[in-house]
């Protein structure tokens, strides 16, 4: 079985600075998908950032970036920059690559940017 | 692009009572799924619907929660003889079935609490 854990609760950041948030994951498969998605207070989840674990390269989405150890199964986000509306539920997600298109999320971190 | 819209937004029952959500994909999406939020924990994958096959069901899923998509356009989750245990934010999400494992989109939920 799939599992995937954040194990920050709550984080905060200054404006204009940059927070890592981190996520880790277990798996037996090697073909599979990670996201991050970002739930602002009293609005719907929407998608940051996708990683394929087929490649190496990390994805990125302007001030969004993540960190992709495979080996490690970890997946972590990087927000630089940070802006207030950057304030929100920050989910990791795991899809296997076939079969399925069900998410298995982490229990998320509140992270709150600080003006 | 209306997004994925969900009706009612919140819903307090007694338990033992019947309770119906709807969800109203975004109208070119061919997928529609549901999951559940409870405090403090991230969605967790109820079931997932291509068209109007029901093609994944979660053994979160018991016998009282039914879900259908009888057209291929909107879909309804019931849950019959609720529950304490059953109260959570009900989360709809849909997504094009060409574009594979990318994004799903998510609407704003149904908050259920059962009394």
């Known amino acids: 079985a799939q599992t995937v854990t954040q194990s920050q609760p709550e984080m905060s950041v200054q404006e204009a600075e940059t927070v890592t948030l981190s996520c880790t994951y277990d798996?037996?498969?090697?073909?599979?998908?990670l996201f991050w998605y970002k739930q602002p207070p009293s609005r719907q989840m929407i998608l940051v950032i996708r990683?394929?674990?087929?490649?190496?390269q990390n994805a990125t989405e302007n001030r969004f970036s993540v960190n992709f150890q495979k080996a490690a199964k970890s997946f972590s986000l990087k927000i630089s920059d940070s802006q207030l509306g950057d304030t929100a539920m920050y989910f990791c997600a795991f899809m296997i690559g076939s079969g399925t298109y069900k998410y298995i999320f982490g229990t998320g971190t509140r992270l709150k940017v600080l003006a | 692009d209306t997004g994925v819209s969900q009706d009612p937004r919140h819903k307090i029952t007694k338990r033992g009572q019947n309770v119906t959500f709807r969800c109203d994909p975004i109208s070119e999406h061919n997928r529609l799924y549901w999951y559940r939020q409870t405090l403090g924990q991230g969605p967790e994958f109820l079931t997932y619907?291509?068209?109007?096959?029901?093609?994944?069901k979660s053994r979160l899923l018991s016998d009282r929660f039914s879900a259908e998509r009888p057209k291929g356009s909107f879909s309804t989750l019931e849950i019959q003889r609720t529950e304490q245990g059953d109260s959570a934010m009900y989360l709809c999400?849909?997504?094009?079935?060409?574009?594979?494992?990318?994004?799903?989109?998510f609407g704003p939920g149904t908050r259920l609490l059962v009394l």
């Open positions: 999400a849909s997504s094009l079935a060409w574009q594979g494992k990318r994004a799903q989109y």
């Open positions: 619907f291509q068209n109007e096959a029901q093609l994944e």
């Open positions: 798996t037996s498969e090697n073909n599979y998908y």
């Open positions: 990683q394929e674990a087929y490649k190496q």
